[in-house]
């Protein structure tokens, strides 16, 4: 598929087949594709947990999603063969940029705030799980992010053992698409145009 109808068709998917799981060497290329995303200082500070058992899946879940009856877009979301938890490592950035090519070897928060004003370790991940959302439309499959209520976290890592060095970004679930998928009725709100965006040599108020 040319990279431009790939952008184009990357929309969430929120209902998957059941019955066809991804082939492994497709689940393969999407995690391959998602440690060539950006990473600063090319730190790599990321990590992936692929849930594919139909127990690891509904642990995951059952621990984010808390008590009582699944809601229809749980109940669809539920139905994906392949989800993917991207996870950002914050000690990862700050051991690399302590390196004697970077040198920020004070570890005090308010100078690492000074440096980090935007959390990289985060944006990072964040960049490897969009690598996965459009390799699965060039692969042909619907994909979705969605987040981890932070209520839900420490649930999550005791479930599967996340060590305390790691934090989920999101969940990327993966699968060929459903019958029952909905689109986002957010979507009525329409696209905005790039003059309501682009801001070009300096900040100006977009026309109204």
């Not at 976290?153 to 999101?170: C, K, L, N, S």
Request: hydrophobic share 40%; aromatic share 10%; proline share 11%.
């Amino acid at each position: 598929m040319e990279f431009a109808d790939v952008v184009r068709r990357r929309r969430m998917v929120r209902d998957y087949d059941p019955d066809r799981p991804v082939p492994p060497e497709v689940r393969e290329r999407l995690l391959d594709h998602a440690t060539r995303a950006p990473s600063a200082g090319f730190t790599q500070g990321w990590a992936f947990l692929v849930l594919e058992s139909a127990a690891d899946r509904d642990l995951f879940w059952s621990v984010t999603a808390g008590p009582g009856a699944p809601d229809a877009w749980l109940t669809r979301m539920r139905r994906a063969p392949l989800l993917v938890v991207p996870l950002s490592s914050k000690d990862a950035y700050l051991e690399r940029y302590a390196e004697p090519d970077k040198g920020w070897t004070d570890r005090d928060p308010a100078a690492v705030d000074a440096r980090w004003p935007v959390p990289y370790w985060d944006v990072d991940a964040g960049m490897a799980a969009l690598m996965v959302l459009l390799t699965a439309v060039d692969e042909g499959l619907g994909a979705c992010f969605s987040g981890v209520p932070g209520p839900r976290v420490d649930a999550f890592r005791e479930a599967f053992g996340i060590p305390p060095t790691h934090r989920p970004v999101g969940v990327v679930s993966v699968g060929y698409p459903g019958d029952g998928d909905r689109r986002s009725p957010s979507l009525k709100r329409g696209r905005r145009r790039l003059d309501e965006v682009v801001h070009r040599g300096r900040w100006l108020t977009p026309p109204a």
